[in-house]
């Protein structure tokens, strides 16, 4: 019995869910389209502004999409409502992040700056020169984008420089001591 595919997706006020024969998800609304196919052995339908999905077979493979296909559907229905946000931060003497048209420029420490291309989706602004919000309403494609600019310059234990989440505890560590 998978708790979480067995809730009905609340669909909100100006938001539109249509399911074709063949599973497609289409959803739209106010921040822009999604869609997704369902997998085979998984249904759904729309009834009073809900979404509700029913899985045919009771093996453990279909449980687990079941789950999987209810947080996809509710990732969209949240995402093209309110979208959802990403924040990081540049820490470091000389570190910093502009947007030049649609790249990303970092100015990590390295020898060259880095330019990271923006998705389409994907809207990035800069705050401070120190301060990154990546915004979407593609779930999947925010915590990406996210994830591939902060694998540029990880943040080290030592010193504490790095790109990290806000909010990110990055555990110190002692260096080197004379003896």
């Known amino acids: ?62 449980k687990a999409l079941h789950g999987l296909s209810r947080s996809l559907v509710h990732n969209m229905v949240q995402g093209v409502s309110e979208g ?8 470091g003497v000389g570190f910093k992040a502009a947007v030049q048209g649609s790249n990303l420029n970092l100015s990590l420490g390295f020898s060259h700056p880095i330019l990271f291309p923006i998705p389409k989706e994907i809207k990035i602004i800069v705050v401070e020169n120190t301060k990154i919000t990546i915004q979407g309403i593609d779930k999947k494609l925010v915590g990406q984008v996210a994830a591939d600019i902060r694998r540029f310059y990880p943040p080290e234990p030592y010193k504490g420089k790095g790109v990290r989440y806000v909010g990110e505890i990055v555990r110190r560590k002692e260096g080197k001591t004379v003896q």
């Open 1 to 62: 019995m998978s708790r979480i595919g067995n809730k009905a997706v609340e669909i909100p006020a100006k938001v539109n869910v249509s399911i074709s024969d063949d599973g497609a998800v289409a959803v739209e609304g106010p921040k822009g389209k999604l869609s997704w196919s369902l997998p085979r052995k998984i249904k759904a339908t729309v009834k009073d502004n809900r979404v509700s999905l029913v899985r045919e077979a009771e093996t453990r493979s279909v």
């Open 84 to 91: 959802f946000t990403k924040h990081l931060e540049v820490e």
